[in-house]
């Protein structure tokens, strides 16, 4: 066999092995032995590189080149369907249904709904050719390359299957719970924000620009919609049983039932059994089961007659109130917590929930020593829907009270018009807000100080090392090192980062200052039109609103911001340390205003620079930058394989589109 014939060899045999494992769960080969193939078909593969195949078992593990996303027109439109929540409006469906059929009988197809992310597939001869995330339902973003990753979709078919040459299947995909609780773990190490659900942490994975990434996350998938000219079987069931075969996994909840009775007890069933599942659902799919009969259905604007989800009820438990504290955040927002007795809820011990303000709290009218009904629905932080009225005594305990002042500081808290939450304004004096300040300033995305975490930041401030970020900069290694080897390495590479981070560019350094609403895009407009800080500090009001993304809260609070004397003195101590108050030479002289007033979309895949260069370009020379073609948009940068959707209506529209060398050319 020459080396090429075993390339191909192989790959079938690991997409075979890839199969038993991940869709039949009975692997027939160890992992190392598995391991010890795939490594055979990468060395290989690397010696001939004229037989690369975007579908070969080693694309599995992705790669950490960045990548844009296309959007692509779905064949046939993405439909959603109605929901219902009881039984009733369950049989209404199902009366509907036979009204609609004229009295013929028909079969009904139960599934699970799986609570993720829909995503549509297409397959020619046998290969996965394009996978594109549902989108606005008529167009979505190609995302291919990161689906590929995912072990439990074929890439291959495998031969001999009776599976049409062009069809397509669509599914959800999903992150698996352990998958989920462990990259919280780890997000919750590095102190990067949790994800609130699984729902949202695939979504996020998905949208990845890195295929590696998307490989690390473990992502899973059950297909539920076979589409196509030519399919298996009039039935949905059916084909679906036929795409099982072919190696796609499909869940072996689905059923197919004829009576009310029948779909009333899947559903019964499921309810309590889809807390043993190992992913997300959040109800189950009715469909009618005959394609012909879904056709003479039909469909309203948005979702089709022949199908309808039936949402859970969220579980709910009863417990009861001990206590109200309050978290003083780094804004010096004041959240109120019910804590409460341990009760288990959806798999986890729950003690405390989030009231999140002072109206959420009035409106549940608690008192201490209530039963309350708590909920953990689609997300992970628990909260109470109610008072559980079955338990309302004549003589309840204490009404729970918003507090008046700072549990922190003792300063009476106030509250700025328009917004929900009560503020300590004691800025400078409240020991969370300047420690959340300092956490803030020292965060990956301000000025990345990252050997200091809150509990170091804790330290130093109980120690009276640190009253502000500035602080941070005049602090010496035998303060921070004590005794042994390691706190003297440690201590080292703390002073270290912090004199690194006299490095980073001025937007950063603008960010990290903590000014409120001033996040990382606003402080890269202020810094891009004012180019230091002493300009900023002088602006005023009318000159802050002018710039089209700043509303009236972000300027007064800039506003605001430098008029505190506090303020004014710290810009001065950072300063004399060193920290970049201005944009750098470089970055101005790449500016200039070629691009002033023009809205221009980006689309394609580039050659010179990547599509965040071509961004980031338009928006140093004083362009902006947005996503869908409007009558507004002045023209279009288009790389290779733009849209044909975008194209179509760029012509209706008559709006210029201009190559990327055209445009480099321009910017000069
Ligand atoms: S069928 C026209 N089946 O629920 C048929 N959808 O609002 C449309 N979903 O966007 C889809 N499990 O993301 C179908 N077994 C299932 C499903 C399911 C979850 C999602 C899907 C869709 C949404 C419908």
Request: glycine share 6%; proline share 4%.
């Amino acid at each position: 066999m020459t080396e090429q014939d075993r390339i191909l060899q192989l790959r079938e045999a690991l997409h075979r092995h890839n199969y038993n494992y991940y869709i039949l769960n009975t692997p027939t080969i160890s992992d190392r032995e598995f391991d010890e193939l795939l490594r055979e078909l990468s060395d290989l593969e690397a010696r001939y590189p004229e037989m690369a195949d975007p579908n070969s078992p080693t694309q599995r593990v992705g790669s950490d080149l960045s990548q844009d996303f296309e959007t692509f027109a779905h064949v046939r439109p993405m439909l959603s369907l109605s929901n219902t929540y009881n039984k009733a409006e369950v049989a209404e469906f199902y009366h509907r249904v036979s009204e609609g059929l004229a009295g013929e009988s028909f079969e009904i197809c139960c599934e699970l709904k799986f609570d993720g992310l829909s995503i549509a597939l297409h397959y020619e001869d046998g290969r996965l050719m394009r996978a594109v995330t549902r989108g606005d339902g008529v167009q979505g973003d190609d995302v291919t390359a990161n689906v590929r990753t995912i072990r439990s979709i074929p890439l291959q078919l495998a031969p001999g299957g009776n599976w049409p040459r062009s069809f397509e299947i669509r599914g959800e995909i999903l992150m698996p719970w352990t998958s989920f609780e462990a990259l919280n773990r780890e997000r919750e190490a590095r102190e990067e924000p949790l994800f609130a659900n699984p729902r949202n942490a695939a979504s996020g994975t998905l949208k990845s620009k890195q295929t590696a990434v998307v490989a690390e996350r473990r992502l899973d998938a059950y297909l539920y919609y076979l589409l196509g000219d030519e399919l298996p079987a009039d039935g949905h069931y059916e084909n679906l049983e036929t795409a099982r075969t072919w190696g796609f996994k499909v869940s072996d909840a689905m059923c197919k039932v004829k009576t009310l009775d029948e779909i009333y007890a899947f559903i019964d069933r499921w309810d309590t059994e889809r807390k043993n599942l190992p992913v997300a659902t959040d109800g189950i799919v009715l469909k009618v089961n005959s394609m012909r009969q879904q056709r003479t259905l039909g469909m309203t604007a948005k979702s089709p007659r022949w199908a309808i989800a039936y949402k859970f009820q969220a579980e709910q438990q009863s417990t009861v109130l001990r206590e109200v504290t309050y978290q003083v955040g780094r804004t010096g927002a004041v959240t109120p917590v019910a804590n409460m007795d341990p009760v288990q809820l959806s798999g986890t011990v729950v003690r405390r929930a989030t009231l999140h303000n002072a109206d959420f709290m009035a409106a549940l009218d608690l008192h201490v020593g209530d039963h309350v009904l708590v909920e953990k629905g689609g997300e992970i932080i628990p909260k109470i829907v109610a008072v559980d009225e079955a338990f309302i005594t004549a003589e309840r305990g204490q009404k729970v009270e918003f507090i008046r002042r700072c549990p922190e500081c003792g300063a009476e808290l106030v509250r700025y018009e328009g917004e929900a939450a009560w503020y300590c304004p004691n800025e400078s004096g409240c020991p969370p807000q300047i420690k959340g300040r300092i956490e803030h300033f020292v965060s990956r995305r301000a000025m990345n100080i990252d050997t200091l975490g809150p509990e170091t930041i804790d330290d130093f401030y109980a120690r009276g090392l640190i009253r502000d970020y500035a602080d941070l900069y005049d602090l010496t290694v035998d303060q921070l090192s004590g005794f042994g080897d390691t706190r003297i390495r440690s201590a080292r590479k703390t002073i270290q980062a912090i004199e690194d981070s006299k490095q980073v560019p001025f937007e950063r350094v603008l960010f990290a200052l903590g000014i409120r609403f001033v996040g990382e895009t606003v402080a890269k407009t202020l810094a891009r039109r004012f180019r230091s800080i002493d300009a900023l500090a002088r602006a005023s009001l009318d000159e802050l609103l002018q710039i089209n993304t700043i509303g009236q809260a972000i300027a007064e609070s800039v506003i605001r911001w430098f008029q505190d004397a506090d303020n004014a003195f710290l810009v001065e101590r950072l300063r004399a340390r060193g920290v970049q108050l201005q944009l750098s030479e470089q970055v101005l002289a790449e500016q200039s205003d070629r691009l002033a007033g023009k809205t221009i979309v980006i689309s394609g895949v580039f050659a010179h620079h990547s599509r965040d260069e071509y961004k980031a370009l338009i928006e140093q020379h004083g362009g902006k930058n947005t996503g869908s073609i409007s009558a507004k948009t002045s023209f279009i940068l288009a790389g290779e394989n733009m849209g044909p959707a975008k194209l179509e209506k760029a012509q209706k529209l008559g709006i210029p589109v201009m190559s990327e060398d055209e445009f480099l050319a321009l910017i000069g």
